[in-house]
């Protein structure tokens, strides 16, 4: 991929990956002089902004989520985004709850109705984005699937233990998740496991965590039960979170403007430079001629 962004030419990189994380990750000599930023992978756009809400009390259901099944060799991390679906609905199996909880490819959801579903639901359950391996060889599917085809059975616990455990945190990344901006701008109340989220979102204040044990369901139903507890939580994380000037689209492009200047600025003073290299290395060739033929002169008088 390094290789590809320098036949392609390019200057600069924005990433989700952290400011941290961004020199473990983009490392090749192929690369050496292009940019790169960090920045989230999705931003509070004027949609979302704009977007009319349901009160808590109103909406059918307690809890809905769209997980995904993502490939085993992206660590740990990317396993949560399927294990947080089955979790929750295995806690609250006996709890009477109206749920509608999926995370495979078939049930997922887009555009308009995904704007209805998030407000059918009183709360939507959620995790960090990301991952703990990254595959710099690109061979760790291929070792993934050998595996598989001896041990057909094997799940992702065996699997890891098998195979990847030796590559598991080579690079932690993880990061908010647009869809997570989307549940707040619709006031949909956030359950997550808990973690930083790049520091935008805080435990109580923005959403409610949920131990990856299980061990404070209890809590969590509670919550879930007080129809005025939520309204509360999510007008106070839509005060906070959508007034945020740094999470706006607008601010994005933005920052977009002043790369695009910078990187053009660089641009400009490298091939300066270059300009300059030049007439230094045009007027050295001058001087050095000039003496060779005097040289030349001098011993052709002398003989």
């Known amino acids: 991929m390094q290789k590809q962004m320098e036949r392609l030419g390019a200057r600069a990189i924005l990433s ?33 902004l704009k977007q009319q809400t349901i009160p808590i009390a109103d909406r059918p259901l307690d809890v809905v989520y769209r997980g995904r099944q993502l490939i085993y060799s992206l660590g740990r991390l990317a396993q949560k985004k399927s294990q947080i679906g089955a979790g929750f609905k295995k806690l609250a199996r006996d709890d009477a709850l109206k749920l509608d909880i999926e995370w495979d490819e078939d049930s997922r959801i ?35 699937e050998t595996y598989q ?10 699997i890891w233990e098998n195979v990847l455990q030796p590559f598991e945190g080579n690079v932690k990344h993880a990061t908010i998740t647009p869809k997570l901006l989307e549940a707040i701008a619709a006031k949909t109340a956030l ?15 923005h959403y409610i965590p949920l131990m990856e044990d299980g061990s404070n369901y209890p809590q969590v139903l509670n919550h879930l039960r007080d129809a005025e507890y939520l309204q509360n939580l999510v007008d106070s994380a839509y005060e906070d979170i959508m007034n945020r000037p740094e999470l706006r689209t607008q601010f994005y ?21 270059i300009h300059r290299l030049k007439d230094f290395v045009r007027y050295e060739g001058v001087k050095l001629k000039a003496r060779r033929d005097k040289i030349s002169e001098e011993n052709t008088q002398s003989a």
Do not use: M
Request: glycine fraction near 10%; charged fraction near 20%; include cysteine.
């Open 253 to 273: 492009s933005e920052q977009l403007a002043k790369i695009v200047e910078n990187v053009d600025w660089q641009e400009r003073k490298k091939v300066s430079a």
């Open 149 to 158: 085809a001896a041990h057909p059975s094997a799940g992702f616990e065996e």
């Open 16 to 48: 989700s990956i952290s400011q941290k994380n961004l020199p473990l990750v983009y490392n090749q000599p192929e690369i050496e002089g292009v940019f790169f930023y960090s920045c989230l992978p999705g931003y509070i756009s004027n949609r979302l």
């Open 110 to 144: 887009y555009g308009k109705s995904w704007d209805d579903f998030l407000q059918s639901g009183r709360a939507t359950l959620g995790v960090e984005g990301g991952a703990t391996i990254f595959d710099f060889e690109g061979n760790l599917d291929t070792f993934v």
């Open 191 to 205: 359950i997550l496991y808990p973690g930083a989220y790049r520091g935008v979102l805080q435990p109580d204040k």
